[in-house]
């Protein structure tokens, strides 16, 4: 039996496949309503707003043919089980960030972000003119999925932590909320991993159930009031250079639309990625000059610390090699990225950098 099959078998899979079922002359009247799950808290900066956007965009280019009923995280299903209710049909979609789903297959966490990866602009690049949607295509397919790209929250900070972070060792012990492939880096440099959902890392951070956390950015992080708990802040981390948030319908639900729906589908999705991203990029200044107003002391690791996560990344990548997706996946991931990388760096990367001085 596989994957799907079984999951139909179930009892989250039972009712969706007979809601499949009758559904289907529904569709034939026109007018649908697609159900949403997400992995955020209603209200989430930033995540949240994401699907809200994706959503409000598929109903608009659809001219109300398609409306879309966005579940937050615990409304339907649990926050980083929006995954298994879609596959198994008894959500019609999902929002969320595919490293969440590494357990289903490692090969996720490229559409979210990697330890020492890519960019926004660089997955961008990637995703929408080298073979990025094509291979997130393939990976969803084997389970049922049809995936895009649909949000982004640009460089993530390295976290809030209790104490300052002197050296690699003072992650020994530490426990500390990350997911993805970095959360595999910090527990290969000893720290005790929490993989939390959003709307949770406020309560454990406060009660001492984690000693440290990351989230997404300033903007976002001044939201969730990470700054009444700690003040020790780093503004950057090996983990996420660029998130990507995704929405990925059931396959069958996909394949159902009309050819004009799913180019909407895929549409509002890429327009969703690109205003998340400036949303980001908007307000991080402006918050982080307010957390510094405010005592928080903002900090960089030291050199020490990046060598000792870059060791540990490859250790990691190197677990997965084995899987013949993952490897496709990756091989193609860094030569996109050493394609992109080397202008951007002499382009862009020197402007600035003679911007800055001028100006002071």
């Known amino acids: 039996m596989d994957r799907r099959s079984f999951l139909k078998t179930t009892a989250l899979g039972g009712s969706a496949a007979a809601a499949t079922t009758l559904a289907a002359p529904a569709y034939a009247q026109g007018k649908r309503t697609l159900t949403m799950v997400t992995s955020w808290g209603r209200g989430l900066a930033g995540v949240f707003d994401a699907a809200q956007k994706t959503a409000d965009n598929i109903t608009a280019i659809t001219d109300g043919q398609l409306t879309i009923d966005v579940k937050a995280a615990g409304e ?13 049909g008894q959500a019609d979609m999902y929002h969320a960030a595919d490293y969440y789903f590494v357990n289903q297959h490692p090969g996720f966490a490229f559409f979210t972000g990697v330890p020492f990866g890519m960019t926004a602009t660089e997955l961008n690049n990637w995703y929408y003119h080298g073979n990025g949607m094509a291979l997130h295509d393939e990976l969803g397919e084997i389970f049922g999925l049809k995936s895009f790209l649909a949000g982004n929250t640009g460089t993530q900070a390295g976290g809030w932590f209790r104490k300052e972070i002197t050296g690699p060792e003072d992650f020994n012990g530490l426990k500390f909320r990350m997911p993805g492939l970095g959360g595999k880096v910090l527990g290969n440099m000893g720290a005790s991993v929490q993989n939390l959902p959003g709307s949770e890392v406020y309560q454990a951070l ?46 069958e639900v996909f394949d159902s639309l009309t050819p004009s729906q799913q180019a909407a589908v895929e549409i509002a999705s890429g327009h969703a ?52 997706i993952f490897k496709k996946i990756y091989d193609d991931y860094q030569a996109s990225m050493t394609a992109s990388s080397g202008w951007l760096t002499q382009s862009i990367g020197a402007y600035r950098a003679q911007r800055d001085r001028v100006l002071g």
């Open 76 to 88: 339907l299903v649990g926050a980083f089980e929006v995954f298994d209710a879609v596959t198994a």
């Open 206 to 251: 406060a009660s001492g159930a984690i000693d440290g956390t990351e989230w997404i950015g300033p903007w976002a992080d001044e939201k969730a009031g990470f700054q009444e708990i700690t003040k020790f802040y780093y503004t950057a981390g090996m983990h996420e250079p660029a998130a990507g948030l995704s929405a990925a319908m059931n396959r």
């Open 273 to 324: 990625n690109v205003w998340n991203l400036s949303q980001y990029l908007m307000n991080n200044g402006a918050a982080l000059e307010r957390l510094k107003a405010g005592g928080v002391k903002v900090l960089e690791f030291p050199d020490s610390v990046w060598d000792a996560m870059y060791e540990a990344s490859g250790a990691v990548y190197a677990e997965f090699m084995g899987d013949d």
